[in-house]
């Protein structure tokens, strides 16, 4: 079956760190794949996509790899602050499910000043 | 980008009663669905609604228990039937307006607690 597989420990970090944040997947073959942040009591909200013929992709502090080889992605934000701090969601086009998208747990991000 | 409203944003009732979710999208778009978060864990896809026919449900969710309806490209709502304690989760509405690459957009989800 497919998964998607995220950090289940939060993530503590320092500010002024970078934070690498994991996502692997196995059974899937995407075309593409998206990251969201996902604040407590709000709906997630989209951060990047990477498609499957780009190694690395860039936004201000973000940076997000996609090795479809390894089945992973990672995704970095740069001199990290304290309002980083949040859930990061991976996300995988639902071959089954039309346009939909399949989600892994999240990583808890928190960064302390 | 798409921004969407969903009422109410939580709702306490007591178990054998049925919610109904509302959301609400500021431009028209192609694609909505609707998910499920439990606390600590992933979204789960419930159902795609389908303008003028009938939502294509995943597996383990069924119409009886979570119907969907979807008059137009802005509109949908979820309903949350017979409820029982196990029902007790957030429920999230999303869109997606165009190609099958653009991201999701979310309300900020319905905290339901069944009693």
């Known amino acids: 079956s497919q998964k998607i597989e995220q950090n289940s420990e939060a993530l503590n970090i320092q500010e002024g760190k970078t934070a690498t944040l994991t996502c692997n997947y196995t059974n899937y073959s995407p075309a593409y794949l998206q990251w969201y942040r996902q604040d407590p009591g709000r709906g997630p909200v989209f951060l990047l996509l990477i498609r499957e013929n780009e190694k690395e992709k860039r936004k201000e502090r973000l940076k997000v790899t996609f090795d479809t080889t390894l089945k992973q992605s990672l995704f970095h934000i740069t001199a990290s602050q304290p309002a980083d701090s949040a859930t990061y969601l991976c996300a995988l086009d639902d071959s089954n499910s039309g346009y939909a998208l399949n989600f892994g747990k999240g990583t808890s991000l928190l960064v302390t000043p | 980008s798409a921004v969407i409203s969903q009422k109410p944003s939580r709702d306490i009732c007591q178990r054998g009663t049925s919610l109904t979710i509302q959301c609400q999208v500021d431009s028209q778009v192609t694609m909505m669905f609707w998910y499920r978060q439990q606390p600590g864990q992933s979204l789960t896809l419930i159902a795609t609604?389908?303008?003028?026919?009938?939502?294509?449900?995943e597996s383990g969710f069924v119409i009886d228990k979570f119907p969907i309806s979807r008059p137009n490209l802005t509109f949908s709502t979820l309903t949350v039937s017979n409820m029982s304690p196990e029902d007790s989760s957030i429920y999230l509405c999303s869109a997606r307006g165009g190609a099958d690459n653009s991201p999701l957009h979310f309300g900020n989800g319905t905290r339901l607690t069944v009693t």
């Open positions: 609604a389908n303008q003028g026919s009938e939502a294509t449900y």
